[in-house]
């Protein structure tokens, strides 16, 4: 009976550890989109936050407006938010992963319209990143390709 007993319990550590190995090896094998990302227009910051991923604006390749000020978010809908500064702006939110290398559930704002799109993301190999904002289905909505920073 005793040998019974201790060969159970050699079963279910043996499962534990297998379980927490597979788990450390999938966690390493997982592209991160974390860091910094660039298009054409500006340089972004992709970082985790309360179990999600965000996105920042950190420089932009025009930072002032034609009057010579920092550019502002002047089309947003909320008249409050006129004076807020591009730089630094938070505008991709609440992402989470849809699968390896695929996050989705977010949101962007786009400050040169005032909207704001569900969005997904797919990472292509370790330095692209394709950003798919839409409105109601990802079919109608438009990609864009950033490249890492870093």
Not at 121 to 136: A, C, F, N, P
Request: net charge positive; with cysteine.
């Amino acid at each position: 009976m005793f040998y019974g007993q201790h060969t159970s319990v050699f079963r279910v550590l043996f499962c534990v550890v297998l379980f927490v190995a597979t788990e450390r090896i999938l966690a390493a094998d997982s592209p991160s989109v974390t860091g910094l990302w660039k298009n054409e227009d500006a340089s972004f910051e992709v970082y985790e936050e309360n179990g999600k991923l965000n996105a920042k604006i950190v420089s932009l390749r025009e930072p002032l407006a034609p009057d010579g000020r920092q550019k502002t978010d002047i089309h947003n809908p909320d008249a409050g938010k006129h004076s807020r500064p591009i730089l630094g702006m938070v505008f991709m939110t609440g992402f989470t992963s849809t699968g390896s290398g695929k996050w989705g559930n977010g949101t962007i704002y786009d400050p040169k319209s005032g909207n704001t799109y569900s969005c997904n993301m797919e990472l292509q190999g370790t330095d692209t990143l394709k950003v798919r904002g839409y409105i109601g289905v990802s079919l109608i909505g438009r990609t864009e390709t950033w490249k890492r920073a870093n």
